[in-house]
């Protein structure tokens, strides 16, 4: 397996713009996880589903924050309308799920810089 | 899920052994402890995971007390490309789906 893959890489669009996030799980896996990044904030978890299902968003931001996964290969983040605060490394990740043991697969990410 | 605290950062030189010692003192009964890397501009990558004494693989070692509150992860003869973000998590993969990190410690291998 490819791992997960995330598009775009980099991103840098100006504030108030939409932004589009895409994630590949790894196939077979149940859950997938949306992680940002800052050196102010670390890691933060943002959302997550299990069988496409969101179970947790409570880490999201704000309402300009939604994100979904129409089916089990594939996942959006969506930031609109975007703002400079919202610079940062957006993770993707994905596991087999309970019964394991619940390790993460990560992307290797989609650095967003908004102006 | 258990609270951790571990060192913010680390130096240490090429050749040595490292050890980061990550405390949890209120770990459950079904809780197992989980260390992720983290490269710069890299997403973490899981690297070992235990319960209790100690756990071996092929990049590092994990030992745990009797009373599981702390844990060390340990990596041998360390090499510069070992400068990373490690990251400690405790929590019951059978019940625990939400997974959160925190800060981790950041070590700096110097030549």
């Known amino acids: 397996d490819a791992g997960v893959i995330q598009s775009p890489r980099h991103e840098v669009t100006e504030m108030g713009q939409e932004v589009t996030l895409r994630c590949k799980p790894i196939?077979?896996?149940?859950?997938l996880f949306w992680y940002r990044q800052t050196m102010m904030r670390g890691l933060e978890l943002l959302i997550y589903?299990?069988?496409?299902?969101?179970?947790?968003d409570s880490g999201m931001p704000e309402d300009r924050f939604s994100a979904k996964m129409p089916n089990a290969s594939f996942s959006t983040l969506k930031i609109q309308p975007s703002e400079p605060r919202d610079s940062a490394v957006y993770f993707c990740?994905?596991?087999?799920?309970?019964?394991?043991?619940?390790?993460?697969?990560f992307g290797e990410g989609s650095r967003l810089t908004v102006l | 899920l258990a609270k951790t605290t571990q060192p913010i950062s680390m130096d240490s030189y090429e050749g040595q052994e490292v050890n980061i010692t990550c405390s949890h003192n209120?770990?459950?009964?079904?809780?197992?402890i989980t260390w992720y890397q983290q490269f710069p501009s890299q997403g973490p990558r899981f690297i070992i995971q235990?319960?209790?004494t100690k756990v071996t693989n092929e990049v590092a070692s994990l030992f745990i007390p009797a009373d599981r509150k702390s844990s060390t992860l340990s990596l041998p003869r360390v090499s510069l490309s070992d400068t990373a973000v490690y990251y400690c998590?405790?929590?019951?993969?059978?019940?625990?789906?939400?997974?959160?990190f925190g800060k981790g410690t950041r070590l700096h291998i110097l030549p």
């Open positions: 196939s077979g896996h149940d859950y």
């Open positions: 998590l405790v929590g019951d993969p059978d019940r625990d789906d939400k997974i959160i």
């Open positions: 209120n770990i459950a009964t079904n809780d197992y």
């Open positions: 990740a994905s596991s087999e799920g309970q019964g394991d043991t619940g390790e993460l697969f």
């Open positions: 235990g319960y209790k």
């Open positions: 589903f299990n069988n496409n299902v969101p179970i947790d």
